[in-house]
């Protein structure tokens, strides 16, 4: 005797795995737009270098995010420019925070170049009736 297996467990295994991928994809498209948020907001608040070739003219340098881990906190990995330290990052963390909608940035250092911004969410407080 043959046992056969429902269509429905059958069609399983392809649709979780199509799901992984759309799941992955979304993430991966998440991270790129915050990624382009938090480099918006270090070029409008003044984290940049201008620079000045003969074959290029005037360059703009941004830090560059190196990673975006989803957290919680979500963490953004940042190459500083050269001649940048921690400390000007920090200055300017509650602009980040403002430019991002969250309630605050820490900065932590990760080496001689690179950073980590914390972006802690919004704590949204509901009182009791």
Known sequence: MQTVAPLLSLLH???????ARHLARTHQAHNQ???????????????????????????????????????????????????????????????IAYYLAVSEVRVVSLGRSLIRLELLPLDVMVSPC
């Open 13 to 19: 295994h392809p649709f979780a795995r199509r799901r």
């Open 33 to 95: 737009v915050l990624a382009w948020r938090v480099q918006d907001s270090l070029a409008d608040i003044g984290l940049t270098r201008m620079d000045y070739s003969i074959g290029g003219g005037r360059m703009l340098h941004i830090p560059e995010v190196v990673a975006v881990s989803a957290g919680p906190p979500v963490g953004l990995d940042i190459r500083m420019l050269p001649g940048q330290r921690v400390e000007d990052f920090a200055a300017h963390a509650p602009a």
